[in-house]
């Protein structure tokens, strides 16, 4: 059974950064894709970032485009969302997700496993 397990969330004053983790477990993740969504309190859950594992592909939402940067260890199936400039419209439950498909898909319903999220607020 996969597991997604979050971690690096927290308050941080506007300017700052954060970098959240996400420890994948239970299959191979060699191929597939690994994204970040992020869901505010009254908002549907949106994209931010993704890439396949197989090559250098990667997207990312414009909001956050040139701040955030999604990365990963292999070794440790471990994918990292390194999130810089931060502004108070960045407050979220960051969610870790992973598809079995191939497309760097900005879709929700596209990802087939999900972790239990992790809090980050940013204050003004």
């Known amino acids: 059974q996969v597991q997604l397990v979050e971690s690096g969330g927290g308050l941080v004053q506007a300017g700052g950064s954060l970098r959240l983790s996400c420890a994948a477990s239970?299959?191979?993740?060699?191929?597939?894709?690994m994204g970040w969504f992020r869901q505010a309190p009254g908002k549907e859950r949106e994209f931010v970032a993704a890439f396949r594992w197989s090559d250098t592909t990667t997207s990312y939402a414009d909001p956050v485009k040139g701040r955030f940067t999604i990365s990963r260890d292999n070794a440790r199936n471990t994918v990292y969302l390194q999130m810089n400039s931060l502004k108070p419209e960045d407050t979220a439950v960051y969610f870790c997700?992973?598809?079995?498909?191939?497309?760097?898909?900005?879709?929700?319903?596209?990802?087939?496993?999900w972790g239990q999220g992790t809090q980050v607020t940013v204050s003004s």
């Open positions: 239970g299959r191979s993740f060699s191929s597939g894709v």
């Open positions: 997700a992973a598809g079995v498909g191939l497309v760097v898909s900005r879709q929700v319903s596209t990802y087939d496993y």
